[in-house]
C-alpha cells in the first residue's frame, strides 16, 4: 500500500507570517505534488516535482513556494501567509511516466487569520 | 489547456437506487480519465481509470465507459449504498514531458445517500 504522509495535519497561522507544509512518501516515486482543495474548485495543482532537486509551478503557484530535498520529502512554503490561503493542502506521489496514479496524503487543513 | 467539466455539484438518493455522476472533459491529447472518491476527512483515493475508448471498467460496484466521441467517462452505479456517499472528481490525465504526469480535476459531486 502506498503511503503519503502530511504534517502538520492541522495549522493556525497568522497573516503574514511563514508557514511550511511537510508531505512524506515512502513509495519511492519520483512525482511529488501540492493541491489546494476548495469548495466549488475541486483539487488544484499549486506545485509539483520529478526528483529530488527539482521543483515546477503548476496552475496556482502564486504566494507558493516548494522543495524538494530528497526523493522521499516535498514541502510547501508560505513565505508571508494570507487569509485567501486559507484551504485544505494535499500531498500527493506517484510515478514517473504518463497516466499513472497518483497517492493522495491524509491532508493538512491551514487557517490564516 | 486541458478542462474537466462536472455538472452536479450535489446528488441527493436513497439507497438502493441507481447514479450517474457526469463528467465531460477537453483536451488536445489522448484522454486518460480517473475517476477518485473521498469519503469525509480523508485523502481521496483512485476508483477506476480508463483511456480505451468505448470499454467498460469496473470497480467496487462502479463503472464508466470512456466515450471519446462525445468526450465523456460518467460514472455509474446500479444500486448506491450509504458507504457510498462521499465527493467524486473526475480527473484528465495530461502529459506533460517534463513532469510526466499532471491531473487536471473537476469541482467535486458530492454524493449523499439516505435510508
Known amino acids: 500500500e502506498a503511503a503519503v504522509t502530511q504534517s502538520p495535519r492541522n495549522k493556525v497561522a497568522v497573516t503574514g507570517g511563514k508557514v511550511t507544509l511537510s508531505c512524506n512518501q515512502t513509495?519511492?516515486?519520483?512525482?511529488m505534488y501540492w493541491y489546494r482543495q476548495d469548495t466549488g474548485h475541486g483539487l488544484r495543482l499549486i506545485h509539483y516535482s520529478y526528483g529530488a532537486g527539482s521543483t515546477e509551478k503548476g496552475d496556482i503557484p502564486d504566494g507558493y513556494k516548494a522543495s524538494r530535498p530528497s526523493q522521499e520529502n516535498f514541502s510547501l512554503i508560505l513565505e508571508l501567509a494570507t487569509p485567501s490561503q486559507t484551504s485544505v493542502y494535499f500531498c500527493?506521489?506517484?510515478?514517473?511516466?504518463?497516466?499513472?496514479?497518483?497517492?493522495f496524503g491524509p491532508g493538512t487543513r491551514l487557517t490564516v487569520l | 489547456g486541458d478542462s474537466v467539466t462536472q455538472t452536479e455539484g450535489l446528488v441527493t438518493l436513497t439507497k438502493g437506487l441507481p447514479v450517474m455522476l457526469n463528467c465531460t472533459y477537453q483536451?488536445?491529447?489522448?484522454?486518460?480519465l480517473f475517476w477518485y472518491v473521498q469519503h469525509l476527512n480523508e485523502a481521496p483515493k483512485l476508483l477506476l481509470k480508463?483511456?480505451?475508448?468505448?470499454k467498460r471498467t469496473e470497480h467496487q460496484g462502479f463503472y464508466a465507459t470512456l466515450h471519446k466521441s462525445s468526450s465523456s467517462f460518467h460514472l455509474q452505479k446500479s444500486s448506491v449504498q450509504l458507504s457510498d456517499s462521499a465527493l467524486y472528481f473526475c480527473a484528465l490525465s495530461e502529459w506533460d514531458n517534463s513532469a510526466g504526469n499532471k491531473l487536471t480535476f473537476g469541482i467535486g459531486t458530492r454524493v449523499l445517500v439516505r435510508p
Open positions: 500527493a506521489s506517484g510515478e514517473l511516466g504518463g497516466r499513472v496514479e497518483q497517492y
Open positions: 480508463s483511456s480505451t475508448d468505448n
Open positions: 483536451t488536445t491529447y489522448s484522454p486518460f
Open positions: 513509495n519511492n516515486h519520483n512525482n
